[in-house]
């Protein structure tokens, strides 16, 4: 059934993005914004002077894509280990896993899949999440909103404009989802008797092993895209991924690379385990035999 898994992490990606937004709004004002002295700082000004929505800008554009985003990556990825090890899921779950490789080269696959669906809304999510009060974007004039900061941008900088970053978003997507699903495969295995189906438990730490995995090795090149977002709308200009990283290193020395990574790494964990928990159990409602 290979357009299961695309409807199992449609409504997955939706609920893992609810839950995680606020603190993912944080983490992209410490990572584009050099007014925050640490994370307690970021949140208690951003409450302060915008109260509890401000935590929540940007997600309507998000949740009302993020359905499509994560259906092109656990659909994706599901059916290209499909391919890549000429098995379907049941088998696997069965007694006959996919190898590492095999793992890893889905994932890349699905991360690469989904860059052309996220490029544009993760750019709009982040002039947003960027927005303080008195904040001015291009033409001196903040936001309204996601239609809104879509048509300026395509005004200002042209459909190209959509895609500022992706190159930076392609260099950390493309990696870090092959190395999204391989922890999460290990895991599962690891607290999964043989022969047995994986548990609600081992999905849970699975998923959130898996969040903070990736985002580890993610967080350096999110800061550069992040930046590069950012670019001309409020932000410094960078000429590209080099120049933001040369730039970024001789200004505020290596740390600025991992900006937010405290932050990644507590949000990745329940949101991704919400994710998987959410995706596995779709699968076995999705997938369940019809009664005799």
């Known amino acids: 059934m290979p357009f299961v898994e695309f409807i199992a992490g449609c409504i997955s990606g939706a609920v893992g993005l609810a839950f995680g937004h606020p603190m993912d709004t944080v983490k992209v004002r410490l990572q584009t914004q050099v007014k925050y002295k640490g994370i307690f700082d970021c949140v208690a000004r951003t409450y302060t002077r915008e109260g509890i929505p401000g935590f929540f800008k940007g997600m309507t554009f998000p949740v009302l894509t993020t359905g499509i985003t994560n259906a092109v990556v656990f659909g994706s990825y599901s059916n290209a280990l499909d391919c890549l090890t000429q098995s379907q899921r049941n088998d696997r779950i069965q007694g006959n896993p996919a190898s590492a490789s095999a793992i890893f080269a889905a994932g890349c696959f699905s991360g690469l899949a989904q860059v052309v669906v996220t490029a544009p809304v993760d750019l709009v999510k982040v002039r947003l999440q960027s927005q303080t009060k ?6 001196g004039d903040g936001y309204r909103g996601p239609i809104h900061c879509v048509t300026v941008i395509l005004r200002e900088e042209g459909l190209r404009g959509l895609f500022r970053g992706g190159l930076a978003l392609t260099l950390r997507d493309v990696p870090c989802y092959g190395i999204y699903f391989l922890p999460y495969e290990i895991t599962c295995r690891f ?30 090149m999110d800061v550069v895209k992040a930046r590069l977002q950012m670019s001309g709308a409020g932000g410094r200009v960078y000429q590209g991924v080099l120049h933001c990283m040369s730039v970024s290193l001789k200004e505020e020395g290596v740390r600025v690379f991992f900006k937010g990574l405290l932050l990644n790494s507590l949000r990745a964990f329940p949101v991704n385990a919400i994710t998987f928990l959410s995706y596995e159990s779709l699968m076995r409602i999705l997938t369940r035999p019809p009664a005799d």
């Not at 008195?134 to 033409?139: I, M």
């Not at 994986?198 to 969040?211: E, L």
Request: proline residues 3%; negative net charge; charged residues 10%.
């Open 191 to 220: 607290l999964t008797e043989e022969g047995q189906r994986t548990g609600t438990f081992a999905v849970v730490m699975a998923g959130g092993v898996a969040g903070v995995v990736t985002w580890a090795f993610a967080t350096p």
């Open 134 to 139: 008195g904040w001015a974007g291009v033409g």
